[in-house]
């Protein structure tokens, strides 16, 4: 690495509060344009805005709206080489040279830049660690790249900025490598990597998107209380208006490459000038504001008189089995579902929540005969177990599913409306005209048009996929879907609309579903019932007013309190808390774990006892 | 660790043996007759059934590969019927000849293969890149004898650099070397090459990027050790590529190894030399394999040997 220029820090501290008044990092009309096949379109417009020192920046939008890129812009880490800025000046404020404008320095002036001035971190922590490199040396590695420090000392603030993040044991964690990490533990390790150097500004791109809620709340915290510390500036990403009222001290809206509307946090979430902004936040789904659903009873009871119900859950196992030893015998055990039941009725939705890992979408998959399980499973009155293979295929075909993430879930190389007609196909229902009067109905009904059944999924939005997903689920006519996680890759304007539409179908088509989302607040608009699940058991059962209203089991409460609320007002100092990281559900064999009993709290809100 | 290597001993004997099971049968059916090779054409029928006799040849199959199990357990591969020899001895004293052209073979391809998959993958799309890409594929679909001559004809008839054939100081190795690498140069500068292409598009190389790394330090610690394994696992199978290759380059270059004993085996039918090679030949595959599957833990932490 160049030494000289770039060894201006020697390892003493740097001075805690800087008494320079006026922005660290100004950008003034930034164009930033990729090349694709249609030749150069911007993807930022003329965006200004400056990051004051000690501030916290939100850049908010929803996908597409530029607001990764100009993170990247500032970087100088535009995907190469099509994207380029086009024009525009970014001032980084400099105290011994100046002020310097990052968008003409060249790769090697940039470098220096770069985790020393202004630091990164990324969306997806279990990918943007090196997984061959241990985390001592990454993190020895950065603090090398801009200072003279021996490595002896490098290590010692390597440790440092571990215990800054409030990673136990740092000394010994220097060793390990990513993969032994958590993923609040290694987005905790990004942070120590990128505030080591006590750069002047963080960008943190969706820092928090990938973890769980209750992790996500550590981080925010956790990047407050280093904001105070150090004084840094902090210029944070999200598409979640949860997390911009919970951190931002200025909030820049973002849509389509420009800048929709910019002021103070307290300004945009109360008085919104823009209509964007108005339509972005109406859109956001909060907790216990009670923009959930009516309770249709009335409605329900007209045709709900059907006998029974739709699916029976009875002490449900999934277990994975681990090999060891010489032999490659079975000695340790994945307990991923643990004795589970519940029951969903027509027209129901029944919720399943918890965080990754806590064995929701091993249920759904039980469920869709997609993994191998123990207990029952009744499906219109018949119990799967005892049934052949044909007569399976024949039951299973009353359960469908819709997944997670719409562009992965279609085939790229088939149309949509054959994606949608394959299921008839398999089970061999109707003929081929009729076939494709079904497709073209269904493609009218979930609000896309018949003449785009000839089209290929990547010609579709986000939305437009998942809205085909669920024509595909719906052709076989279920009695009950499964929806895995089917609006969390959407961006919020979207989701609220592909919420509706499932709405919209359960009351026309008499369809229950059973809803896994990780997201309380979308759980509350559209659940019926909730089951929240937690290291493979369900912890708590009740109606969606008994569990968010009057939530007994301490994981649902901390659940829901870690929920950023987006509303600044509501701003908390301290986020809820797990006491330790949710233990692993391997076991040894033999080991099996307790079980949790469930008490009737009255009208049906089970909550387990331990 | 202790037991995988043992389970992997377990299974490589296992392997082992099913080689020779094949091979014996194989030869077996063949239908040229090893005896009238080694009695020669003006042999009585009497003569040429005392030799099939002398040499077990008239037992049943079973029961002559039983006692060719046996003799093997001890370590004896039986004698050569036209060297008058034992085969182990043979193909001891030309092991090291094959094996140091094999260390040669495998330095060139590395060297000339990952240099040019390295530079290909970070000039991804220019002009080198292409260039690097036609160069690979050419060395890919090349029959080795043709690159052989070449290189005999360049760089020994015309510029005499390099002695013409035979074995004895480094000026020996390099054109057999250089031959038998090229053909692998070519597939690990591909396999390198989109191996680097997607280690590159990973978020960690962007963290790396944003810490404000070297270039060096960007491929070389964090691309690098990302991209090589692949072609790690792929030595261990290229060994048995090489086995194939070493017969001819051997010929071509009159280097006296294994390949060249195999070669004159098969000309002669004598099978316990055939048997024997295809044994060391299988033995090195499986060791090749175990070895490349050893060292990648090393690599990369997240491989447990199981």
């Known amino acids: 690495m160049s030494k000289g220029a770039t060894s201006k820090r020697t390892g003493a501290p740097a001075p805690a509060v800087s008494v320079t008044a006026g922005p660290v990092l100004e950008i003034s009309d930034l164009t930033v344009s990729v090349r694709g096949e249609d030749g150069e379109r911007p993807v930022v417009s003329d965006l200004s805005f400056s990051l004051a020192r000690g501030e916290t920046l939100c850049i908010a939008g929803e996908s597409g709206s530029g607001k990764s890129m100009t993170a990247l812009a500032i970087m100088q880490l535009l995907p190469q080489p099509a994207a380029r800025i086009e024009s525009g000046t970014i001032r980084l404020r400099d105290i011994d040279r100046g002020d310097i404008d990052l968008a003409v320095l060249d790769e090697r002036q940039m470098r220096r830049i770069r985790g020393d001035r202004i630091a990164m971190i990324f969306q997806e922590p279990m990918t943007s660690l090196n997984p061959v490199l241990s985390i001592g040396r990454q993190l020895v590695e950065s603090i090398e790249a801009h200072t003279s420090l021996s490595r002896a000392e490098a290590r010692r603030r390597a440790v440092e900025a571990l215990k800054a993040v409030r990673i136990p044991e740092a000394e010994s964690r220097l060793k390990q490598f990513p993969h032994e990490l958590s993923g609040g533990m290694r987005q905790r390790v990004m942070i120590a990597m990128a505030l080591a150097l006590k750069p002047d500004v963080l960008i943190a791109d969706e820092p928090t998107t990938a973890l769980d809620v209750t992790v996500q709340g550590e981080v925010l915290e956790l990047l407050r209380d280093l904001q105070r510390e150090h004084g840094t500036s902090i210029i944070l990403i999200t598409h979640d208006m949860g997390v911009v009222a919970e951190m931002a001290d200025c909030v820049v809206i973002m849509r389509h490459g420009r800048m929709v509307e910019q002021g103070t946090a307290a300004d945009i979430f109360a008085r919104p000038q823009a209509d964007y902004t108005r339509e972005l936040l109406a859109a956001v789904p909060r907790i216990g504001t009670g923009v959930g659903r009516q309770k249709s009873a009335e409605q329900k009871s007209v045709e709900a008189e059907m006998p029974g119900s739709v699916a029976v859950v009875n002490d449900l196992h999934v277990h994975f089995d681990l090999r060891g030893g010489f032999f490659g015998q079975v000695n340790r055990r994945v307990h991923a579902v643990e004795g589970i039941s519940f029951s969903i009725a027509p027209r129901e939705t029944l919720a399943l929540v918890g965080e990754s890992g806590c064995g929701k979408s091993t249920t759904a998959k039980a469920l869709a005969g997609l993994v191998p399980y123990h207990g029952d499973i009744v499906i219109g009155g018949r119990n799967l177990a005892g049934l052949g293979r044909d007569q399976r295929k024949a039951v299973r075909r009353d359960v469908q599913m819709i997944f997670q993430d719409p562009y992965a879930s279609l085939d790229p190389r088939m149309r949509v409306g054959d994606l949608v007609a394959e299921p008839l196909l398999i089970h061999g229902i109707a003929s081929k005209e009729e076939r494709g009067q079904l497709v073209a109905a269904l493609f009218e009904r979930v609000g896309l048009s018949a003449d785009q059944m000839e089209l290929y999924p990547h010609e579709f939005s986000g939305g437009q996929r998942q809205r085909i997903c669920i024509a595909r689920a719906l052709a076989l006519r279920p009695k009950l879907i499964i929806a895995d996680e089917s609006v969390s890759a959407l961006d919020v304007s979207v989701q609220a609309r592909v919420l509706d539409l499932l709405k919209e179908l359960q009351r026309e088509f008499g369809i229950a579903y059973l809803f896994i989302s990780h997201d309380m607040a979308v759980v509350e608009n559209i659940s019926d019932r909730v089951a929240v699940m937690y290291l493979g058991q369900i912890v708590e059962m009740g109606t969606r007013d008994q569990v968010f209203s009057n939530p007994r089991h301490l994981y649902t409460k901390r659940l829901i309190e870690a929920v950023p609320v987006p509303d600044p007002a509501k701003r908390r100092p301290r986020f809820a808390r797990l006491d330790q990281e949710i233990p692993s559900p391997t076991r040894k064999i033999g080991e099996d774990p307790p079980k949790l009993a469930l008490k009737d709290l009255g009208n049906g809100h089970l909550v387990a006892v331990s | ?306």
């Open chain 2, 1 to 306: 660790m202790i037991a995988y290597l043992g389970r992997r001993v377990i299974q490589s004997v296992l392997i082992l043996l099913g080689v020779s099971l094949i091979t014996f049968a194989l030869l077996y059916l063949l239908p040229a007759d090893p005896v009238r090779q080694i009695a020669g054409r003006s042999a009585t029928p009497e003569t040429v059934e005392n030799i099939r006799r002398q040499l077990g040849l008239d037992q049943p199959f079973f029961i002559q590969y039983w006692h060719y199990l046996i003799s093997l357990l001890s370590g004896d591969l039986g004698r050569s019927y036209i060297q008058r020899s034992e085969v182990t001895e043979l193909i001891i004293s030309r092991l090291p000849a094959s094996l140091l052209l094999m260390v040669g073979a495998i330095l060139c391809e590395l060297a000339i293969g990952l240099t040019m998959g390295l530079v290909a993958a970070v000039r991804r799309g220019t002009a080198t890149d292409q260039t690097l890409m036609v160069a690979s594929f050419v060395g890919v679909s090349t029959p080795q004898f043709v690159v052989g001559l070449l290189l005999l004809y360049v760089f020994a008839v015309q510029l005499g650099w390099f002695p013409i054939g035979g074995y004895g100081t480094w000026r020996h190795l390099v054109l057999p070397s250089l031959t038998m690498g090229i053909l692998g140069a070519g597939w690990y500068a591909r396999m390198m090459r989109s191996s680097m292409i997607d280690v590159l598009r990973q978020d960690y190389m962007r963290t790396a990027r944003a810490k404000g790394l070297a270039r060096g330090a960007i491929i070389f610690r964090h691309a690098l050790p990302n991209a090589i394994l692949p072609v790690i696992a792929m030595i261990g199978i290229d060994i048995g590529i090489f086995m194939g290759g070493i017969v001819v380059v051997e010929s071509v270059f009159g280097w006296p190894g294994i390949g060249q004993l195999a070669w004159q085996a098969i000309q002669r039918v004598d099978i316990p030399i055939i048997m024997g090679v295809t044994l060391v030949s299988a033995f090195a595959i499986v060791l090749g394999n175990l070895l490349a599957d050893t060292v990648a833990p090393f690599i990369d932490p997240r491989i447990k040997l199981r």
